[in-house]
């Protein structure tokens, strides 16, 4: 069955950075864009950036444009996050997530990971 | 970015009852919406696609409906696990956005 599992949340002071990870497995990672989605704690839903399925195309929210990067190892069937100069307001839980049907970024997500949290606090 | 206005953000429902929940869009997205379910500190879960389509495995008393700009999804008969959190979502254009959720509490 489909498994998506991030790590990599941990506390990190304001200025920081940090990388996530998403393990995939169960599908042919290779074949599927792939999203970063974050949920601040008791808020909805924000999307963060997608990759398509070889890792060339990519794209970003603007409130995270130029501080985070996207990147993918299809080798390792795994997914990632770099999230540089953080901020107090990117306190949020980060969920990986696959796109539906794997040939186009304008689908939704349907399937999610566990989420992983990242508090930022001095 | 296309602005989606979810309403209502919180309801009292009692099981049996037909719940609607409705999701405006800012500008037309044809078909291009979806209906996330979500419990408590659990991912969300793709219940509805392109306005209308049920994910396989999602209850027949879920349902979804509208085009352009007006949506709307719709429990027939609410169970005792759907009193969780709703969310609708438009992947007609970059970025994607998510409506501000609706709440459905138990009366």
């Known amino acids: 069955q489909v498994q998506l599992v991030e790590s990599g949340g941990v506390l990190v002071k304001p200025g920081g950075s940090l990388r996530l990870s998403c393990a995939a497995s169960?599908?042919?990672?290779?074949?599927?864009?792939m999203s970063w989605i974050r949920q601040a704690p008791g808020k909805g839903l924000e999307w963060l950036s997608y990759i398509d399925s070889t890792g060339a195309s990519k794209k970003y929210a603007d409130s995270v444009q130029g501080r985070f990067s996207i990147s993918r190892d299809n080798a390792q069937m795994s997914l990632y996050l770099q999230m540089n100069s953080l901020r107090v307001e990117d306190t949020a839980v980060y969920f990986c997530a696959r796109h539906w049907g794997g040939y186009s970024a304008y689908e939704p997500f349907d399937y999610w990971g566990q989420g992983t949290l990242v508090p930022v606090s001095s | 970015a296309i602005q989606l206005t979810q309403s209502p953000s919180s309801l009292y429902a009692s099981v049996g009852d037909r719940v609607t929940i409705t999701c405006r869009a800012s500008?037309?997205?044809?078909?291009?919406l979806a209906w996330y379910q979500q419990d408590p500190g659990k991912p969300p879960k793709l219940l509805i696609s392109d306005a209308s389509n049920l994910q396989s495995g999602v209850p027949s008393r879920f349902g979804g409906s509208g085009s352009g700009t007006d949506f709307t999804l719709t429990i027939s008969s609410l169970q005792p696990e759907d009193f969780v959190n709703y969310y609708c979502q438009q992947f007609n254009s970059f970025p994607v956005t998510f409506g501000g959720g609706t709440k459905v509490e138990n009366k």
């Open positions: 500008q037309g997205i044809s078909d291009s």
């Open positions: 169960g599908f042919t990672f290779s074949n599927y864009y």
